[in-house]
């Protein structure tokens, strides 16, 4: 007895040890269902830590109270901090599953399951082997992971909403991105020779508030970096070295390095062109500070002096990896026939396998899988609940977060109203003032830009919760509009893969978490749901079997494939 205590109060290690030693096992099983031991998770990630700073200790408390009220002693608060949900690599969490394993603990209390996993995989796996281990999960906001049918329910959404949530987010700020392209903007810092500055014209659209102007210092020396390369008389080095001492440095008043120096020789944001991530405007707002000719001989010389082979990025088909051939179990692969104007995908097998499939016909045949999915109503309603009290917490962060840039901005304007009646009272001499002054205007810049970079993200969050709405109501009209990698994404989301013959989509794979969804009848398909009277009942047990290969073998949707 007493030698258990001792190794109660240890952790994983210490247990595993003495477990393995086999001298007191029957201890532990007896002792095991008195047992009342636990440990809390928290998590903040770290966009949620500049917000967030107390939330940890929220959590914790929260968590402790919890527990305690359910007769556990709680050993420990196991912290990841700064980590993202997304994936397992956390000290806090392998060391969850380390204790539970070594039967250390009897439960586990975060706030919210998506605390413990963002990724739908991950908690599914994280929520089975908790649960084979005895190892009850208890939640703050939510409902207990019991295992029981309601509970899995609701993890599942959960889950697949968190997922969902990061892929649209990610989604949405690559849309704006694009759209600030497209309007002309940089949506990033821009290169040696501009400045970002506020748009002059206070009425300016949202996309248009931050304008990019040129350096008046550091411009002229861009554009004369470029005329002296394009006399061919300097190589690289030189010219750096050259330029730098005329002024030419980078922002923290340092030489450039060779390498950045390089890269700015080719850089097309001088030429007035804006290429960001995939996106590109050749006709941008701000100035250039070279013109074409200059710029190209520039390439030229670049080119014949150094032999850097320019590789372009291959088009990307939308369902490769996606399908494949029945016959040889073999991926697809996909090419441009007759001079560009069309593509098919086909089996890769040298001796030939059947006629290949024009990309647009099978395309478009992928995209009907969609036309037959329907959510059911209580997914919906679970969802719009889910992504509600989402927004309506992130508004909340939102609100203090600005508050308290505002709070601080106004101090700044004190500090300059001071420094100002102390010039008139000449107390401050001119130069002083003008410290002072160019100090708390950059503060203040700074600040707006926060505010602004805040307001953006909460026209994001509301603009992706109306996404995941719209994508629950309805699924066809969400793909059929998204954007190729947002298409890629919800193909992922649904099918592991497509085995098509003959142009013919033979079979479709479901993806674990359609599966789920399915057995759950969370989704349905609307020809299954039409045909189900008419089947007989052993087609609608295969549904629920648990075994991954026999749903794989199950061609869930072969109704409607047949018709295609
Ligand atoms: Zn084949």
Same mark, same amino acid.
Not at 150 to 169: E, G, I, P, W
Not at 351 to 379: N, P, R, V
């Given at each position: ?22 001298? %007191? ?22 966009? =949620?830590?500049? =917000? ?48 539970? =394993? ?53 993890? +599942? ?18 849309? *704006? ?13 821009? $290169? ?7 748009? $002059? ?12 102007? *040129? ?109 494949? %051939? ?20 086909? %089996? ?11 990309? *647009? ?95 953006? *993200?909460?026209?994001? +969050? ?21 954007? $190729? ?30 599966? =789920? ?48």
């Amino acid at each position: 007895m007493l030698a258990w205590k001792s190794c109660q109060n240890d952790f994983a290690h210490d247990i595993v040890r003495f477990r393995s030693s086999g001298s %007191c096992d029957n201890n532990i099983n007896m002792e095991q269902q008195e047992n009342k031991d636990a440990v809390v998770y928290c998590r903040v990630s770290t966009d =949620e830590q500049a =917000e967030r700073g107390l939330s940890m200790d929220v959590q914790a408390k929260d968590c402790r109270a919890k527990l305690e009220a359910e007769g556990y002693t709680v050993l420990e608060v196991l912290r990841d901090d700064g980590k993202t949900g997304s994936n397992m690599r956390r000290d806090g969490l392998q060391k969850l599953l380390a204790l539970a =394993e070594a039967g250390a603990i009897q439960a586990v209390c975060s706030v919210h399951s998506d605390r413990i996993s963002r990724s739908m995989v991950d908690s599914a796996y994280i929520r089975e082997k908790l649960q084979k281990l005895s190892v009850r999960i208890l939640y703050v906001n939510q409902q207990e992971s019991d295992g029981s049918s309601a509970s899995f329910v609701t993890d +599942n959404v959960l889950a697949v909403m968190s997922q969902y949530h990061l892929v649209v987010t990610s989604e949405k700020v690559k849309a *704006t991105q694009r759209a600030k392209v497209e309007a002309g903007y940089l949506p990033s810092v821009p $290169p040696v020779g501009y400045l970002n500055a506020d748009n $002059p014209d206070k009425n300016a659209d949202r996309l248009s508030r931050k304008i990019i102007i *040129t350096d008046p210092e550091r411009a002229p020396l861009i554009s004369e970096t470029f005329r002296l390369y394009a006399t061919g008389n300097y190589n690289v080095v030189d010219l750096c070295d050259l330029m730098y001492k005329k002024g030419l440095m980078n922002r923290n008043g340092k030489q450039m390095s060779y390498s950045r120096f390089y890269d700015l020789l080719k850089n097309r944001f001088y030429l007035g062109e804006i290429h960001y991530a995939n996106y590109v405007n050749k006709n941008a707002k701000h100035e250039p500070l070279v013109d074409e000719a200059v710029f190209n001989h520039v390439q030229t010389i670049l080119q014949t002096k150094n032999n850097h082979a320019c590789r372009k990025r291959k088009h990307q088909f939308l369902l490769r990896g996606f399908v494949y %051939c029945p016959i040889h179990r073999k991926r697809y692969t996909a090419e441009w026939h007759l001079g560009k104007t069309k593509a098919y995908y086909h %089996c890769p097998n040298r001796s030939g396998c059947g006629k290949y499939s024009e990309m *647009t016909a099978l395309e478009g045949a992928i995209a009907d899988k969609f036309k037959d999915l329907q959510f059911s109503d209580e997914f919906i309603q679970a969802v719009i609940k889910k992504v509600s009290s989402e927004f309506y917490e992130q508004r909340r962060i939102y609100n203090g977060r600005k508050q308290s840039l505002i709070n601080k901005r106004t101090a700044f304007e004190k500090q300059l109203a001071i420094a100002e009646d102390k010039l008139l009272n000449n107390v401050l001499d001119d130069a002083a003032f003008k410290g002072i002054r160019a100090r708390v205007r950059e503060n203040i810049e700074n600040i707006n830009q926060q505010i602004h970079d805040l307001e953006n *993200t909460h026209d994001l +969050n509301i603009d992706v919760a109306s996404e995941v709405m719209a994508f629950t109501q309805d699924i066809y009209k969400t793909y059929d509009e998204a954007d $190729p990698e947002l298409k890629r994404h919800l193909l992922g989301f649904f099918w592991e893969r497509f085995e098509v013959h003959e142009g013919v989509i033979i079979n479709s794979t479901p993806t674990l978490i359609f599966q =789920e969804l399915l057995k759950l009848e969370r989704i349905y398909t609307k020809n299954a749901r039409k045909n189900q009277n008419a089947k007989n009942r052993s087609k609608r047990s295969d549904f629920s079997a648990t075994s991954p290969e026999v749903i794989n073998k199950i061609p869930l949707l072969r109704g409607q494939d047949s018709n295609l």
